[in-house]
């Protein structure tokens, strides 16, 4: 499971990066738009997502019972916060923050941030 999100993460990131007009697409549909366009959006992609959803929702490994649309919602979430943060940042952040951020954003998606106490 870890392996699969990973991934999906890396390689949503890649495509990104090869359309880098996207978040200018994005952000003047949120903007000029006020999102109206994005619910015809949803409704064109989620069946096509909602498949995604219940694979991961059914790969081996102990999850916690959260509804399949809720895990998708997170992990788009979670890359874009990462695509959105990485280009607004651009060159101001230390490269240690930079270094593996990625893997950092799906730890946080994966485990969460508070360390599991010793017993």
Request: glycine letters at 6%.
């Amino acid at each position: 499971m870890e392996a699969y999100i990973r991934n999906s993460a890396h390689a949503i990131i890649d495509q990104l990066g090869h359309h880098p007009d996207f978040l200018n697409l994005m952000l003047t549909e949120v903007v000029e738009f006020k999102g109206k366009h994005v619910p015809l959006l949803f409704k064109k992609i989620f069946p096509l997502a909602a498949p995604l959803a219940h694979q991961v929702a059914n790969l081996p490994g102990k999850l916690n019972p959260i509804p399949p649309f809720v895990l998708v919602r997170a992990f788009l979430g979670m890359f874009f916060s990462y695509y959105i943060t990485g280009i607004l940042l651009r060159g101001d952040v230390p490269a240690e923050a930079q270094a593996d951020a990625l893997d950092y954003f799906v730890d946080i998606y994966l485990y969460g941030i508070l360390a599991k106490e010793s017993v």
